[in-house]
């Protein structure tokens, strides 16, 4: 089966780093995506990944191992509206997008 | 209107009774979606559209139903709602396969009781 797991919760302080892991295990594979999901609001997209590798975007970064099925999400210098759910999505064989459940970041000051 | 519009934003329903969820875009994506998101569970697809006239089912579709009559238009019926249809909705819609991904609605919050 299609699967994408990523961590539940996670606490990080104010102007930290943290970073927030995602696996997957799907029927093809056509990218990996992270969006951001404030509460009670839409995802909004983050980044994409389809090749291996690093891909920054100011205070965000996005990494991707196709082999071992596995990406992360970076933030740097965290601010408190960074509060929100992450959420990473893998896209299959049918580009259909599987979705992990979220990871609820909490930024303490 | 700027990207996708859904109404209502929030609803209570009485188990039965019919009700549709509207979704517009201007964004004259070809490809549209409806997800359920309930908590502790990832986005799961009820029903999707990629192209206007065509529509498939996703992962939930079972007492839902969808139409997609034009390329800005794709509404979702419950025939007959039950509570476990109780959950926040959201529609997208994308660009065939670009890397930026899909963009979200704003939501429907539905309460059936």
């Known amino acids: 089966g299609q699967n994408i797991d990523q961590p539940t919760e996670m606490t990080a302080t104010e102007g930290a780093i943290v970073q927030i892991n995602c696996t997957y295990q799907t029927s093809g594979f056509n990218g990996l995506f992270w969006y951001q999901q404030h509460a009670g609001e839409a995802p909004t997209f983050l980044s994409y990944n389809v090749l291996d590798g690093l891909e920054e975007k100011g205070r965000f970064s996005s990494f991707l191992s196709r082999s071992k099925g596995y990406s992360y999400l970076l933030l740097k210098e965290l601010q408190m509206k960074d509060s929100a759910s992450y959420l990473c999505a893998c896209r299959d064989s049918n580009y259909q997008l599987i979705w992990g459940a979220g990871t609820k970041l909490i930024i303490k000051p | 209107i700027a990207g996708i519009t859904q109404a209502p934003t929030s609803q209570i329903l009485a188990a039965g009774r019919r009700m549709t969820l509207r979704c517009t875009q201007d964004?004259?994506?070809?490809?549209m979606y409806w997800y359920r998101q309930d908590l502790g569970l990832g986005l799961r697809l009820i029903h999707y559209?990629?192209?206007?006239?065509?529509?498939g089912k996703g992962e939930v579709p079972d007492g839902y139903s969808v139409s997609r009559a034009n390329t800005d238009d794709f509404p979702l019926t419950l025939a007959s709602a039950v509570p476990s249809q109780t959950s926040v909705y959201f529609c997208a819609s994308s660009e065939g396969h670009e890397p930026g991904g899909y963009t979200f609605g704003s939501g429907t919050r539905l309460t059936v009781v």
């Open positions: 559209s990629n192209t206007a006239g065509t529509t």
């Open positions: 964004m004259r994506h070809n490809a």
